[in-house]
């Protein structure tokens, strides 16, 4: 499902994970620990940032949403070019803190 996404909105690609989730949710929360759908948890929002990120293809679009997001500029623009892939970024903390 989030394979090539850089085409398709947030929206569309929300509502094409939200039944497969659910599904997941109430397959396993039968057992006792809550510990693998933290880390699904955790992963699809990385993944999701990580959509995001891509989908802002120059360094001044991604610096220009960071701070719009509310990063300060410097940071914003350091983070824009720092040449680190997508996956990296996503789990930075500029991304987290936006």
Known sequence: L???TRA???RYIVEQMTPVLRGWVGY???SQSKRPLEELDGWVRHKLRCVIWRQWK???TRARNLIRLGID???AW???VNGR???W???ASHMNQA
Request: aromatic share 8%; proline share 8%.
């Open 2 to 4: 989030l394979r090539r």
């Open 8 to 10: 398709r909105s947030m």
């Open 28 to 30: 396993f929360k039968l």
């Open 58 to 60: 120059r360094p001044s």
């Open 73 to 75: 500029e410097a940071r």
């Open 78 to 80: 350091k983070s824009a």
């Open 85 to 87: 892939g997508p996956w």
């Open 89 to 91: 970024n996503s789990g």
